[in-house]
């Protein structure tokens, strides 16, 4: 896709503005930490691997004219506020703690040459992210028979990171292989990035998409009509359990139920060991009124309570693989992503 989700350019983060998708195509310039951190909380800029590369250009910017201490102190205040922004998705801390690292290796250098540094390592970690989704998606390829009917949720694809894409590049790689593919793309809600933005990346690339809602999908999988179900995710536990959008875990029951594989692509950057299952991933709740209002009209009447979780969590046991860029992982997880992540 020709739109860039982020790049650095004269020392300043440009992003598109994804919540105006897909009726207004808009860039935002940021040029100081804090905007980049709003940017992330407000879904400027939204996918756990996009987040972690605008992350990562965050710290470079909040760097800038500092050296010695006063740049370790400035790093700590930096990463306190870009951590707290949207804390489900494991890339974010990932990317902030990466930066922490080349800052502390080269703490000697004056102000000048250690902004150029943490810049440098910035703009590695987005170059990084789209050679990772194209390995992925090489290997989620060989997962896709042809032609193929693919169901998707919410939006991991070149918006959600530095491009290319996580469960849309593994549509992307198949193909560019020669096989036939077609997506039906859940809506998701409430904040509709399948509708909104899927259907945008999939209808440029010419890839035929169908939207439906989010209640449909039970029916479709009946249907017998789709091959397989490919989502994203923000942070993978050690055991496999996959933190993804809120209504991910029941289009992976239906799957099951229907006898449907169910994929999920995951960047080894998204799989935290440290966590040992699912019931260890904090889960973001966000602000009621993505539920209650559209627009800035009513959708519910005034003091009603709303439950606004944004993710949800899959077992292990309803996921078929887990495809990274190092390889396609199976059960047992436990054993099989600690093998991967030995490899990355």
């Known amino acids: 896709m020709a739109v860039k989700t982020i790049e650095w350019r004269s020392d300043t983060?440009?992003?598109?503005?994804?919540?105006?998708?897909?009726t207004r195509e808009v860039v935002r310039t940021y040029r100081d930490y804090r905007g980049v951190g709003e940017a992330i909380r407000t879904m400027v800029i939204r996918?756990?691997?996009?987040?972690?590369?605008?992350?990562?250009?965050?710290?470079?910017?909040?760097?800038?004219?500092?050296?010695?201490?006063?740049?370790?102190?400035?790093?700590?205040?930096?990463?306190?506020?870009?951590?707290?922004t949207r804390p489900t998705a494991v890339n974010l801390a990932w990317a902030v703690d990466r930066m922490g690292l080349v800052l502390e290796a080269n703490l000697s250098l004056n102000a000048e040459q250690l902004f150029r540094r943490m810049r440098e390592e910035a703009i590695t970690i987005c170059k990084e992210d789209i050679a990772i989704n194209r390995a992925m998606g090489?290997?989620?390829?060989?997962?896709?028979?042809?032609?193929?009917?693919?169901?998707?949720?919410?939006?991991?694809?070149?918006?959600?990171?530095?491009?290319?894409?996580?469960?849309?590049?593994?549509?992307?790689?198949?193909?560019?292989?020669?096989?036939?593919?077609?997506?039906?793309?859940?809506?998701?809600?409430?904040?509709?990035q399948g509708a909104r933005l899927t259907a945008w990346e999939l209808h440029k690339d010419r890839i035929p998409v169908t939207v439906i809602a989010d209640n449909m999908a039970g029916t479709v999988l009946r249907s017998g009509k789709i091959s397989c179900v490919i989502v994203g995710t923000d942070r993978t536990a050690a055991n496999g359990d996959v933190a993804n959008k809120i209504g991910t875990y029941p289009l992976a029951v239906l799957a099951r139920r229907h006898?449907?594989?169910?994929?999920?692509?995951?960047?080894?950057?998204?799989?935290?060991?440290?966590?040992?299952?699912?019931?260890?991933?904090?889960?973001?709740?966000?602000?009621?009124?993505?539920?209650?209002?559209?627009?800035?009209?009513?959708?519910?009447?005034?003091?009603?309570?709303?439950?606004?979780?944004a993710f949800d969590v899959t077992p292990a046991e309803l996921v078929t693989a887990i495809i990274t860029e190092k390889g396609i992982a199976r059960a047992p997880y436990k054993r099989s992503l600690a093998a991967l992540k030995r490899e990355g």
């Open 259 to 309: 006898k449907v594989p169910f994929y999920v692509a995951a960047p080894l950057s998204s799989i935290d060991l440290a966590c040992r299952d699912g019931s260890h991933i904090p889960i973001e709740e966000r602000s009621p009124k993505e539920i209650s209002e559209l627009n800035g009209k009513a959708l519910t009447p005034k003091g009603i309570a709303i439950f606004n979780p």
């Open 47 to 84: 996918g756990a691997p996009a987040i972690g590369v605008a992350a990562a250009m965050g710290v470079a910017l909040g760097m800038e004219g500092c050296s010695g201490e006063k740049a370790r102190k400035r790093f700590d205040q930096v990463a306190k506020w870009l951590k707290a």
């Open 138 to 192: 090489a290997h989620g390829a060989t997962l896709i028979e042809s032609p193929a009917t693919i169901l998707t949720h919410c939006n991991a694809g070149a918006l959600a990171t530095a491009g290319y894409g996580t469960a849309l590049g593994v549509i992307r790689a198949a193909r560019e292989q020669g096989k036939k593919v077609r997506v039906f793309a859940d809506e998701t809600r409430p904040f509709l």
């Open 13 to 22: 983060v440009r992003m598109i503005d994804q919540r105006l998708l897909p």
